[in-house]
T-cell receptor, first 117, second 112 residues
């Protein structure tokens, strides 16, 4: 079954304690992306990756890091989480194949709800 | 920059009622337009899409037409069901093609 898997689904942590949210897709997609969803703001892009070892900032990258060492995985790293990073996070992937990736169907994970105390 | 504006919710309807959720956009060029749906506790799923002016996207009884002259992509369904209760997001592909720009989402609640 084609899917994007995020872990964990729920996480409560404290300010300053490094954490990683994993994202894995089994569709051999080149393009992957992270979004955060906040009430009244919709979804905003944090980082994206066009392929292995190619990553770039989205609209709200401050406080986050990513890596793309393998095609299937795109972890989101919070080196020193702060309460303003409390949010619902979604990973997404799509085919690229020379076309504009966001014109293709984006497949989303089920989300990770993060609370930073 | 590119942006999407959709009607604020929540929208509360009775089963079999007609649904319209308004969506307008601001963008340079010719973006692709999407409606995504988020059911409780789940991620977003593509509902329908349109890639050029006058295209009509349709799926599961939902429809939306890409209107370039009014920069709109309104979502409609003739007869909603309780199972349609969800959050609906209008989105466009940004000019660089590296991000989806989302509206704030509209919560639909359908009662029997």
């Amino acid at each position: 079954e084609a899917q994007v898997t995020q872990n964990p689904r729920y996480l409560i942590t404290v300010t300053g304690k490094k954490l990683t949210v994993t994202c894995s897709q089994n569709m051999n997609h080149e393009y992957m992306s992270w979004y955060r969803q906040d009430p009244g703001l919709g979804l905003r892009q944090i980082y994206y990756s066009m392929n292995v070892e190619v990553t770039d900032k989205g609209d709200v990258p401050e406080g986050y890091k990513v890596s793309r060492k393998e095609k299937r995985n795109f972890p989101l790293i919070l080196e020193s989480p702060s309460p303003n990073q409390t949010s619902l996070y979604f990973c997404a992937s799509s085919l690229f194949s020379g076309q504009i990736p966001t014109k293709n169907i984006q497949y989303f994970g089920a989300g990770t709800r993060l609370s930073v105390l | 920059g590119d942006s999407v504006t959709q009607m604020e919710g929540p929208v509360t309807l009775s089963e079999e009622a007609f649904l319209t959720i308004n969506c307008t956009y601001t963008a340079t060029g010719y973006p692709s337009l999407f409606w995504y749906v988020q059911y409780p506790g789940e991620g977003l799923q593509l509902l329908l899409k349109a890639t050029k002016a006058d295209d009509k996207g349709s799926n599961k009884g939902f429809e939306a037409t890409y209107r370039k002259e009014t920069t709109s992509f309104h979502l409609e369904k003739g007869s909603v069901q309780v199972s349609d209760s969800a959050v609906y997001f209008c989105a466009l592909s940004d000019q660089a093609g590296t991000a989806l720009i989302f509206g704030k989402g509209t919560t639909l609640s359908v009662s029997s």
